[in-house]
Each structure stands twice: as structure tokens, then as C-alpha cells.
């Protein structure tokens, strides 16, 4: 067993097989030849012919197995960690769990799919493809200095795991649906669907880690984050509308924040063979390390210091005032940029402006989302400081609306007792 299986032991969706009973991602199959009724290969090796005497659908291009249906249903998790269909009806998972190592995921479809066969793309997915290659991967950088990551690298490991596909036409889908306006439309189905097998795929291909699929477990995870912001808004949306209620079980059922920190977890066991692959620079946090929440200056730190207030004298002050450090931190590394020129830019590194808010996911303790789970006015209050970080990042597609949202629904729950607190961040989305 490699090196890298054994460190993933400790977090793992699903323990790896013994060497004995290794399955492939893509087993081998008899080619067939296509001949009607039944055609001589696959006679002559006394398997069931694959066309079976039928046609084809007009306009598929068909490898394996039959399309994803687009009905949706929330996944929860089994007792061992696997990802499995959840028999609720609700397009989304809205009750709060706890925090999980594994990867949970508040939106599924159904399908009858298997990751061992063969896949199975469309036409359509093709032209999800395309659109990634000259639109949505430009979007996810900065700097086009990166681009190529996005737009070419990616792509090309996913060629060779179908899971990572399915997370770029997911996200593709996505785009197209922002792009168009279309919130209540095929697209998000769609991405809904590509999401689903790209988290079982990636459930399976984490039990077997290895060097060969290291690379895209790497990229899928990274991926993943922008997928589940853009997709849980998009299909909250679409599922409840935009009312009160919707909104705060999306905003506070934190599935999203649990499909974050629970994907991520394959991060640590591959960094060493990603710091030598063509994705390392994805791994360059900039200046993050070296920021000193202590030292923070300006209009942002003075109001986050002051709402150290709301919770003097409670036996929980000293976790509060960390995750307030970290806090202050995000604020740091994306002001840095407004005062970044072209050059320093170029220099900052793939991870820049929008990595801000994922590091604090990342790093804040599970007490903070416990916390926001249980209601607690001081870590409601933070996290309408952490929407006021999302709202000045609006302009990247997949975080518009979600600052606002984030804001709205904090100060619903604290009312009128608790806006002395809030009031700074109802003002930056006021003034727009």
C-alpha cells in the first residue's frame, strides 16, 4: 500500500480495499463491433451485446451506460462515511447534522449509473464543455497568468476520471444558468445531476487513492467549493424560493459549509505529489501565514474589534476572540487587493482576492458552526461580518447574493436588541 493510502486511512470516505480485491476505475471491456443482431465479438466472448439490436438515440454519443435522470433528492451520509441517497422528497437537506470529516453533500439526484461502467457523456455535455473551455474557467481566476489551469490542465486530468468531469460540467451548467438568468431551469438539474455522480465518483476514487488519481482528487476538491456555493443558492432557490424560512435553513443548515471542510479533507494526504505536479501552484496561499490579525488597521478592523463586546464576560470569550482573529485575518488578505497593482498580481499567486472567505471556512473551529447551528448571538454576529466579505466579493458569479443573504438573515434572527452590532454590515450592503 502506497504511502499516500495509508495517510488518507484517517480520513477516508470508505476504507480502501485490500491489494486483492483493488478495483479499477476503468475496467477493461470487450469492444464490440456493433453488427446487428448480435454482433461476433461479443458472440465470440459470450457477453450480452450492449445495442442489443436497437438504435441509438438521435444526438447522443454513448460509451457506457445510460444518462443521469434529473429528479432531485438530498444525500446524507451513511454511518461509514459513504455518500448515499437520502429517501427525503425535498430537493434540499435543510437539517443541521454537526460537523462531519466526510464529504456531505445537501443536493442529489437520482441515477442508475454505476461508477464502475463505462461513461456515459452527451452531445449536450459536450457543448458544457466547450463552454468551459472558452467561458467559465476564465472566471475562476484573477490573473490570466492562471488561466491555463482551469482551462486546460483541469480538463485534461479529467479526461482521464470521470468524476472530475462531471464536476466541470456541473459547474459549466451552472454558469450557463447565471449567465442566461435561468435560476429555474434545466441547467441547474443538470449541474445537480453532473454533481451527484462526480460525488460518488469522488467517494469511490478516495478509497483507492493513489498517485495516479491524486491530481484530481486534488482539483475535484477545489472545484467542489465553488460548486456547492453556487449550487446550493441556485437550487435553494429553485426548491423554496426566496422566502424567510428557505433562506435561513439554507443560510444556517450549514450543509454547505459541511461540504467544504468535509471535501477538503483529501487535501493533506496528496500535497506531496501535488507540490510536484502541474496543480501546485494551488497550493499557494500567498501571504496568509504571514498576516497579524494584532497588527490589522483601518475602518474594518476597528468595527470588528468593537463587537468584542457582545460577548464580555462569557465562559466562551477566549474561543470567541480566536475565531475573531481569523476573522480580522480574512479581512486583511482581501483588502491587500485593492491596493494590489497589474504586477503584484501576477506575483500574489493563483490563490488570490476570493480565496479570503474559504480560508476562513477552513480554519475556523467546528465550535463557530456549532455555535451558528445553536443560534448564538456572537457567532450570528461574526458571520454577518464574514457576509460582509462575501458581499465586497459579489462580483465573482458564484458568491453574488450570498454576503447579502448571509446578512439578512442574521440580523432577522437578532432583531433590534442586537443591531448595535449589526448595524456596520447592514450598511455595506446598503451602500451597496
Known amino acids: ?20 480485491q483493488h478495483v ?15 454482433c461476433k465479438a461479443c458472440h465470440r466472448h459470450g457477453v450480452s451485446c450492449v445495442y442489443f439490436g436497437q438504435p441509438l438515440p438521435r444526438g447522443r454519443v454513448t460509451v457506457g451506460s445510460t444518462s443521469p435522470t434529473s429528479s432531485i ?8 462515511g459513504q455518500l448515499a441517497p437520502s429517501p427525503a422528497d425535498s430537493h434540499l437537506n435543510t437539517r443541521s447534522h454537526g460537523p462531519s470529516p466526510a464529504a456531505v453533500s445537501p443536493f442529489s439526484t437520482t441515477t442508475s449509473a454505476s461508477q464502475g461502467d463505462a461513461p456515459s457523456f452527451t ?24 488561466a491555463h489551469i482551469w482551462q486546460i490542465t483541469v480538463p485534461e486530468i479529467a479526461t482521464q476520471h470521470e468524476f472530475l468531469m462531471h464536476g466541470i460540467l456541473c459547474l459549466s451548467a451552472l454558469h450557463l444558468a447565471h449567465e442566461k438568468k435561468l435560476t429555474k431551469s ?30 484530481a482528487l486534488f482539483a475535484f476538491a477545489a472545484l467542489n467549493i465553488i460548486c456547492t456555493f ?6 435553494g432557490e429553485e426548491a423554496a ?20 471542510r468535509g471535501v477538503s479533507i483529501v487535501l493533506e494526504p496528496v500535497h506531496r505529489i501535488i507540490w510536484s505536479s502541474p496543480l501546485r501552484v494551488m497550493l499557494d496561499v500567498g501571504n496568509w501565514e504571514e498576516l497579524n490579525p494584532d497588527a490589522a488597521a483601518g475602518d474594518s478592523a476597528r468595527h470588528l474589534r468593537e463587537i468584542r463586546s457582545a460577548w464580555r464576560g462569557s465562559s466562551d470569550a477566549g474561543a470567541y476572540d480566536d475565531i475573531l482573529r481569523s476573522l480580522i485575518k480574512c479581512f486583511m488578505f482581501v483588502e491587500q487587493f485593492d491596493s494590489f497593482d497589474e504586477q503584484a498580481l501576477e506575483s500574489f499567486g493563483h490563490n488570490q482576492v476570493s480565496s479570503g472567505p474559504i480560508m476562513f471556512i477552513l480554519v475556523a473551529p467546528d465550535f463557530f458552526f456549532m455555535q451558528l447551528r445553536q443560534r448564538q448571538p456572537p457567532a450570528l454576529i461574526m458571520f454577518a461580518y464574514f457576509g460582509v466579505i462575501l458581499h465586497r466579493l459579489r462580483s465573482f458569479w458564484f458568491i453574488e447574493g450570498w454576503g447579502k443573504d448571509i446578512i439578512d438573515v442574521v440580523d432577522d434572527l437578532l432583531g433590534d436588541y442586537w443591531r448595535p452590532w449589526t448595524s456596520w454590515p447592514l450598511e455595506m450592503v446598503e451602500a451597496g
Request: net charge negative; proline share 6%; aromatic share 4%.
Open 241 to 260: 424560493g426566496t422566502s424567510r424560512r428557505s433562506m435561513k435553513d439554507r443560510i444556517l443548515g450549514l450543509e454547505w459549509v459541511n461540504m467544504i
Open 73 to 80: 433528492i438530498p444525500i446524507t451520509s451513511t454511518d461509514n
Open 24 to 38: 479499477m476505475l476503468m475496467p477493461y471491456r470487450t469492444q464490440c463491433n456493433e453488427e446487428r443482431p448480435t
Open 230 to 235: 453556487s449550487l446550493t443558492r441556485q437550487l
Open 123 to 146: 452531445l449536450h455535455d459536450l457543448g458544457l464543455l466547450h463552454h468551459w473551455t472558452v467561458s467559465t474557467s476564465k472566471l475562476l481566476i484573477t490573473h490570466p497568468k492562471f
Open 186 to 215: 434545466s441547467f441547474v438539474r443538470e449541474a445537480a445531476a453532473h454533481h451527484t455522480l462526480a460525488i460518488q465518483g469522488f467517494n469511490q476514487a478516495i478509497s483507492e487513492m493513489d498517485e495516479a488519481n491524486s491530481e
Open 1 to 20: 500500500m502506497c504511502r499516500v493510502q495509508e495517510t488518507a486511512r484517517q480520513g477516508m470516505l470508505e476504507p480502501p480495499a485490500p491489494a486483492d
